[in-house]
């Protein structure tokens, strides 16, 4: 079982541009998670995606959005990057429902 | 509200236990977690706890869980350089979808 996997692992953008980031999860999982994890601080929920859908959503702003594959395979999208959006992107998946949660390696963004 | 605290830094001799303590605010969280995460990397998870357990023990971790208090304490037997990481707390608060809310991190470091 490869676990969960993301793509890229970095990656570099100017402000105002667009970025997609990938996440496949662990086999099994049906529901996966987005979180942005600042320097030095705890992950911050973004956004859940079940049966394709959105389903919860933190306070980030509508400039990220997402999406999610029949496979379960999921993507972050963010755009208009500004400078505060630099961070570790991390998914996470799981099973429905409130279980154990399991996270990928992250995309670092940098965003200059 | 959903906060969960913990402090922020902890340094143990190799071979000593380690304690790590959080406290969080939504009593009606069903699930309660301990991560771990190492340089560069994601989140591995250590073990995780249900709300009406007091205890769980598992090889060297054992967690402790008073739900009165809202407290959540992880301790780490026999201590070793590789244990050395950041360490988060988290909890489901009152979704059921497997949205987690993290502490800001605890960094342990262990010296040989």
């Known amino acids: 079982d490869a676990g969960v996997t993301q793509s890229p692992t970095h990656l570099i953008k100017t402000r105002g541009q667009q970025v997609t980031l990938r996440c496949s999860p662990k086999?099994?999982?049906?529901?996966v998670s987005w979180y942005q994890q600042a320097l030095g601080q705890g992950p911050q929920f973004i956004f859940q995606?079940?049966?394709?859908?959105?389903?919860q959503r933190g306070n980030f702003p509508d400039r990220f959005s997402g999406h999610q594959f029949p496979n379960y395979s999921s993507e972050l999208n963010v755009n208009a990057l500004l400078l505060g959006d630099s961070a570790l992107y991390l998914c996470?998946?799981?099973?429905?429902?409130?279980?154990?949660?399991?996270f990928g390696p992250g995309t670092r963004l940098t965003v200059t | 509200g959903e906060d969960v605290e913990q402090s922020l830094f902890l340094s143990v001799r190799e071979g000593d236990s380690s304690v790590i303590n959080c406290t969080y605010t939504?009593?009606?969280?069903?699930?309660l977690y301990w991560y771990k995460q190492e340089p560069g990397a994601g989140l591995q998870l250590l073990t995780y706890?249900?709300?009406?357990?007091d205890m769980k023990q598992d090889q060297r971790l054992t967690v402790l869980l008073n739900k009165k208090d809202k407290h959540l304490s992880l301790r780490i037997a026999d201590t070793q350089t590789g244990d050395s990481a950041i360490y988060f707390c988290?909890?489901?608060?009152?979704?059921?979808?497997?949205?987690?809310?993290f502490g800001q991190g605890t960094t342990l470091q262990v010296k040989p």
């Open positions: 996470a998946s799981g099973r429905d429902g409130p279980y154990e949660q399991y």
């Open positions: 086999s099994g999982h049906d529901t």
């Open positions: 995606y079940y049966e394709e859908e959105e389903r």
């Open positions: 939504d009593s009606s969280s069903t699930y």
């Open positions: 706890i249900f709300s009406n357990m």
């Open positions: 988290a909890e489901n608060g009152s979704s059921n979808t497997g949205k987690l809310i």
